[in-house]
């Protein structure tokens, strides 16, 4: 019988409790009727993503941006309240500099068009 369909992010927690207890890829991807490729995947991912938080580097979720959603992200959630602030910080910094950039552009421009 085919399981129900999950993603595997929403075994996340369990895939690396099981990776801390020692099992194998292939053993975790037995467990849940995945490919050994699937677990490589994931954790491929997983540690991209976590390299990517350490730098403070924001994770940009796939596809168009859903209405109302200003909320962290759920593995930036699970950090402790100072890691969340300090991400909000980079990214509003992020965006302060690039607006900064915009602005400087734009008036490189307009002086080179001789408009003020």
Do not use: V
């Amino acid at each position: 019988m085919p399981r129900s369909y999950r993603h595997i992010k929403d075994y996340e927690k369990e895939i690396l409790e099981l990776k801390e207890n020692g099992l194998t890829h292939r053993e975790i991807a037995e467990k849940y009727g995945l490919t050994k490729e699937h677990i490589k995947q994931f954790f491929n991912r997983y540690n991209r993503n976590q390299r990517k938080l350490a730098s403070g580097i924001k994770i940009k979720p796939k596809g168009r941006p859903k209405k109302g959603e200003n909320a962290l992200p759920p593995s930036i959630q699970q950090l402790s309240k100072l890691t969340q602030l300090q991400y909000e910080l980079a990214s509003k910094d992020r965006y302060i500099k690039r607006l900064e950039m915009e602005n400087e552009l734009m008036r490189d421009f307009l002086s080179l068009t001789e408009r003020k």
